[in-house]
């Protein structure tokens, strides 16, 4: 069973930034696409960030439009590790951060990390 284990979060204010880390005990982190999610209080689940399997051209990034341009989302496949660095935080941006792993990024995630609480206070 894989298991995926998310840390980072925390209660930071408005504009700051934080860092989450996803690792996942899988053997062969670089043919998997990982991806980040979202869900605040009384809201369903969202997409934020997702990153593709490495392959020969390299790797792929999605973004929601919600947070295109103060989030970024990266691998380092020699730790089996998918950050999620967050700037400009908002308050809107204050929920419960889930890692994913699956086939494809914009596809079916098969595993979960027990997500991570971000509280960004105005």
């Known amino acids: 069973q894989v298991q995926l284990v998310e840390s980072g979060g925390g209660l930071v204010q408005t504009g700051g930034s934080l860092r989450l880390s996803c690792t996942t005990s899988?053997?062969?982190?670089?043919?998997?696409?990982m991806g980040w999610f979202r869900q605040a209080p009384g809201k369903e689940r969202e997409f934020v960030a997702a990153?593709?399997?490495?392959?020969?051209?390299?790797?792929?990034?999605y973004y929601a439009d919600s947070v295109k341009g103060r989030f970024t989302i990266s691998r380092d496949n020699a730790n089996n590790t998918v950050y999620l660095q967050m700037n400009s935080l908002k308050a809107e941006d204050t929920a419960i951060y889930y890692c994913?792993?699956?086939?494809?990024?914009?596809?079916?995630?098969?595993?979960w990390g027990q997500g991570v609480q971000v509280t960004v206070s105005s």
């Open positions: 899988t053997q062969t982190f670089t043919r998997y696409a």
């Open positions: 994913g792993q699956g086939s494809e990024a914009l596809g079916q995630y098969d595993y």
């Open positions: 990153i593709s399997a490495t392959s020969w051209s390299g790797t792929h990034t």
